[in-house]
């Protein structure tokens, strides 16, 4: 399956320099994240000697936890092997040498606060790889088949409705995009029902991933990852942080939906320009992505053809609004389809308090659930 950049122009050496660090990113998971168990191991042996003796269980743990990062570092490595030529029209081979020899960990003189920054941005990206391994079991593991269910198929339902295949005997006609398509499940799952379908993502950590998956695991389960591994908190048992799952679920690569199934890496507004490029447009957990959310529903509307719909599902967390150097604007549930009335869509199907939970471990004491929004919009033909 294809992967394409984003064609707009670009600062060319902020963008290698960009690309550069995610791959950083995932060669340090390994290193940063023993860094946790190593403070761990470190507090316990400054315990009075009776506190470590009760704690002799818990240390064997933290020694299988190392195990459980070597599993997931392996599959960190698979997932940034060959990411320089993975872009039909961008060749990063030239920059894959800048910047990986582990200077963010490095303090040499009177570099030691810059070093200290370098470092500490080095552990925010790789939290996003860890990020990146829960995502994985959200998308294409057994486990999170239930999240799939409650955020994927109210909106798969919605196209088999609205593009019945009585009507609709060739759906390849019908072009669907979807944009924050994350790790590519739900824009694989609308290719394989035979639609047109292209995802479009921002995030590199999301693209350099759904590339291996979409691309080298023609075998169902043939890769295990620990997704909690990570979480210190609100564990039941040791064995819960342990857990494995098995992934892919289906074989992406080795069961291609159809060819009319491609994925784009770029900023939504910068790579959609077309008007009335789409029949169809399904976002889930995307438009408070957006700083400005008008701008979003303004280009949807741009975009679709006339007659065309837009399938949304998710909450309302607006990602840029406690970003002190971004301009972000949080319009409630009601304001915002107020705009898009204003916008000129006519809302066909809207319902609130949909459950949906996102990459949540189902063993964990405290469990994140969202009363989400799930609406379907027509741009009218006139």
Same mark, same amino acid.
């Given at each position: 399956?294809?992967f394409?950049?984003?064609?707009?122009?670009?600062?060319?050496v902020?963008?290698?320099?960009?690309?550069?660090?995610?791959?950083?990113?995932?060669?340090?998971?390994?290193?940063c994240?023993?860094?946790?168990?190593?403070?761990?191991?470190?507090i316990?042996?400054?315990?009075?000697?009776?506190?470590?003796?009760?704690?002799?269980?818990?240390?064997?743990?933290?020694?299988?936890?190392k195990?459980?990062?070597?599993?997931?570092?392996?599959?960190?490595?698979?997932?940034i092997?060959?990411v320089?030529?993975?872009?039909?029209?961008?060749?990063?081979?030239?920059?894959?040498?800048?910047?990986?020899?582990?200077?963010?960990?490095?303090?040499?003189?009177?570099n030691?606060e810059?070093?200290?920054?370098?470092?500490?941005?080095?552990?925010h990206?790789?939290?996003?790889?860890?990020?990146?391994?829960?995502?994985?079991?959200?998308d294409?593991?057994?486990?999170?088949?239930?999240?799939?269910?409650?955020?994927?198929t109210p909106?798969?339902?919605?196209?088999?409705?609205r593009?019945?295949?009585e009507?609709?005997?060739?759906?390849?006609?019908?072009?669907?995009?979807?944009?924050?398509?994350?790790?590519?499940?739900?824009?694989?799952?609308?290719?394989?029902?035979?639609?047109?379908?292209q995802g479009?993502?921002?995030?590199l950590?999301?693209?350099?991933?759904?590339?291996?998956?979409?691309?080298?695991?023609?075998?169902?389960?043939?890769?295990?990852?620990?997704?909690w591994v990570?979480?210190?908190?609100?564990?039941?048992?040791?064995?819960?942080?342990?857990?494995a799952?098995q992934?892919?679920d289906?074989?992406?690569?080795g069961d291609?939906?159809?060819?009319?199934?491609?994925?784009?890496?770029?900023?939504?507004?910068?790579?959609?320009?077309?008007?009335e490029?789409?029949?169809?447009?399904?976002t889930?957990?995307?438009?408070d992505?957006?700083?400005?959310?008008?701008?979003?529903?303004?280009?949807?509307?741009?975009?679709?053809q006339?007659?065309?719909?837009?399938?949304?599902?998710?909450?309302?967390?607006?990602h840029?609004?406690?970003?002190t150097?971004? $301009?972000?604007?949080?319009p409630?549930?009601?304001?915002?389809?107020?705009?898009?009335?204003?916008v000129?869509?006519?809302i066909?199907?809207?319902?609130?308090?949909?459950?949906?939970?996102?990459?949540?471990?189902p $063993?964990?004491m405290?469990?994140?659930?969202y009363?989400?929004v799930f609406?379907?919009c027509?741009k009218?033909?006139?």
């Amino acid at each position: 399956m294809s992967f394409a950049a984003a064609t707009e122009e670009i600062d060319e050496v902020k963008e290698r320099a960009h690309f550069v660090a995610v791959v950083n990113a995932f060669k340090y998971y390994k290193l940063c994240s023993l860094d946790r168990i190593h403070k761990s191991e470190k507090i316990i042996s400054m315990l009075p000697i009776t506190h470590q003796r009760r704690l002799d269980k818990y240390k064997t743990y933290l020694t299988k936890f190392k195990q459980c990062l070597d599993v997931n570092n392996t599959i960190v490595h698979l997932i940034i092997k060959d990411v320089d030529t993975m872009f039909e029209n961008v060749d990063h081979s030239n920059s894959m040498e800048i910047g990986t020899n582990g200077e963010s960990f490095g303090c040499n003189y009177n570099n030691c606060e810059i070093a200290s920054q370098k470092q500490h941005k080095m552990q925010h990206d790789v939290e996003k790889v860890q990020s990146v391994l829960k995502n994985i079991v959200r998308d294409w593991s057994d486990i999170g088949a239930a999240e799939r269910e409650q955020c994927y198929t109210p909106i798969l339902n919605e196209l088999e409705e609205r593009y019945p295949k009585e009507e609709y005997s060739d759906r390849g006609q019908v072009k669907v995009l979807v944009p924050g398509a994350g790790l590519g499940r739900l824009a694989w799952e609308t290719a394989a029902r035979g639609f047109a379908c292209q995802g479009n993502e921002f995030s590199l950590f999301m693209l350099f991933a759904s590339n291996f998956i979409l691309n080298r695991c023609p075998e169902a389960n043939k890769y295990t990852v620990h997704p909690w591994v990570h979480q210190y908190v609100n564990n039941v048992t040791c064995d819960h942080q342990l857990l494995a799952a098995q992934f892919p679920d289906v074989r992406p690569s080795g069961d291609r939906p159809n060819h009319n199934f491609s994925m784009t890496a770029g900023d939504f507004l910068k790579v959609y320009t077309e008007a009335e490029e789409w029949d169809c447009v399904a976002t889930c957990f995307f438009i408070d992505c957006a700083p400005n959310v008008i701008e979003f529903v303004e280009r949807i509307y741009s975009i679709l053809q006339p007659g065309g719909f837009w399938i949304n599902l998710g909450p309302l967390l607006y990602h840029y609004s406690d970003m002190t150097t971004e $301009n972000s604007i949080e319009p409630p549930y009601d304001i915002l389809l107020d705009i898009i009335r204003d916008v000129g869509f006519d809302i066909l199907k809207e319902q609130t308090g949909v459950k949906t939970k996102y990459a949540q471990n189902p $063993n964990s004491m405290m469990q994140h659930e969202y009363d989400s929004v799930f609406f379907v919009c027509r741009k009218p033909y006139c």
